[in-house]
């Protein structure tokens, strides 16, 4: 995956423009809301471990430029003036050779013609590691992903825990509306209020940690974004809702996607690449290097009295370079290159396991959260007719207000679990898209 390129970056910052306009005010900034788009679209522009990957392209890319222009020509200009003591100048029977003032200027073209295969050697090994460069941003681009995913998640389930909670004290309250109005009329005692006020009491801890909990995983999210207080001042929220969207998935289509897709793959695969044109480059040194070179020079005469009078023509050579010893050294790098390239390629087989294990655990975690969706929400709605039925019972005097709590409490619990359960599918199938190579896809 090339870096988002300039009109997906326009799109963003134009985004960003209308989330994050400046405060005109001295008064506290209100809440920022953003889509998981938006939120995907600012990490890919913002995020800090992207930007050290996109510049790490742009250093193999030049590293490419440099091992490519090896086997270009190269055009050298030179030029030189120089003045002599008249006092040195040789001379011989009154007769002074050469002057003081001299002077001389030339171009040369050279161009390899024979390195041993070196120069194809190192361009392809460049070649290699800036794909492979290329594919640590996509790497990069998938975990990053993931993590706006879960981040993003996270800030929908704390706001559904709030309303949760929220949704507990309101029960509560009306609960102790209920009770003293029984026992203004005389049907209850004051211990009855007393109790279900202790309860009400004790339910507002829970929703203070469940909005605190709620800002910080609207911090969470905006340090994997990249923004600052200064880009987005006030608090960050999420904008949307969490939802079961059954998706099918197949376990031997996955793991067959993740080894077509997975960066971290086709990364170590240009590596093991590189590798083999580097034993290449090493082997070169046995053979000879050949350099074909034409020149043309002018400089000053040197038996012409004055200092314009000039000799000019040009120069064609060749020239031949052979390391007939060198101390082993070259055997040396060689073992050394292969040594390299046989750990290249343990690591792409460490890897390829490594992927397949992740593909098929994300695959079981979804499984596993789908029938966890399904348990829960038939759970919640039995709690829910619970506590009907246990205030339809103790109005009618035949259940005890204990009862009536502890319904209360099943489905404070039950919508609790249900909330969750939804957020572990939702982020068991964000991981299913990841293990898969799904965010850095050209198809997803």
């Known amino acids: 995956m090339a870096p988002p390129r300039g009109a997906g970056v326009r799109a963003s910052a134009a985004a960003l423009a209308l989330l994050f306009p400046l405060a005109a005010s001295a008064e506290a900034p209100a809440v920022k809301s953003l889509t998981l788009r938006v939120c995907v679209e600012t990490a890919l522009e913002r995020n800090f471990a992207l930007i050290q990957a996109r510049e790490l392209i742009r250093q193999r890319t030049g590293a490419y430029a440099v091992a490519r222009a090896a086997l270009l020509p190269s055009l050298d200009a030179r030029g030189e003036f120089s003045r002599t003591d008249p006092k040195k100048l040789s001379s011989f029977g009154g007769s002074t050779f050469g002057h003081s003032d001299n002077w001389s200027a030339g171009v040369e073209l050279s161009q390899p013609l024979f390195s041993g295969g070196a120069g194809a050697a190192l361009r392809g090994r460049e070649a290699a590691r800036r794909d492979a460069a290329a ?106 809702t969490l939802r079961f969207e059954p998706l099918e998935a197949e376990l031997e289509t996955a793991i067959a996607k993740a080894r077509e897709n997975r960066p971290e793959l086709n990364r170590l695969r240009r590596l093991v690449f590189a590798q083999e044109e580097n034993i290449t480059l090493q082997r070169a040194d046995y053979l000879p290097s050949l350099k074909g070179t034409a020149a043309y020079d002018i400089e000053r005469d040197r038996f012409a009295p004055k200092l314009g009078d000039v000799n000019r023509g040009w120069t064609l050579g060749v020239r031949g370079d052979w390391n007939l ?120």
């Open 135 to 240: 594919h640590e941003y996509e790497s990069e681009v998938n975990r990053v992903l993931l993590l706006v995913h879960e981040r993003f998640y996270a800030v929908l389930l704390r706001r559904e825990q709030v309303l949760v909670r929220e949704e507990a004290v309101r029960l509560l309250e009306a609960e102790v509306e209920a009770e003293r109005r029984k026992r203004d009329v005389g049907s209850v005692s004051d211990f009855n209020v007393l109790r279900v006020e202790v309860e009400l009491a004790n339910s507002r801890t829970p929703l203070i940690r469940a909005r605190n909990e709620l800002r910080l995983a609207g911090e969470e999210l905006r340090a994997v974004l990249g923004l600052t207080g200064k880009d987005a001042p006030g608090e960050i929220s999420a904008e949307g």
């Open 325 to 444: 010893f060198d101390g082993l050294a070259s055997r040396a790098k060689i073992d050394s290159a292969r040594s390299e390239l046989a750990s290249a390629r343990a690591a792409l087989a460490e890897q390829e396991a490594k992927v397949e294990i992740e593909a098929r655990r994300a695959y079981s975690s979804l499984i596993e959260a789908r029938e966890l969706v399904a348990a829960s929400s038939k759970v919640s709605e039995s709690a829910r007719e619970a506590l009907r039925l246990s205030r339809a019972r103790f109005a009618a005097d035949v259940a005890t207000q204990l009862d009536v709590f502890a319904a209360q409490v099943a489905l404070t619990d039950a919508r609790a679990n249900e909330v969750q359960a939804v957020h572990d599918y939702n982020l068991a199938v964000a991981r299913l898209r990841q293990a898969v190579g799904d965010f850095v896809s050209p198809k997803s």
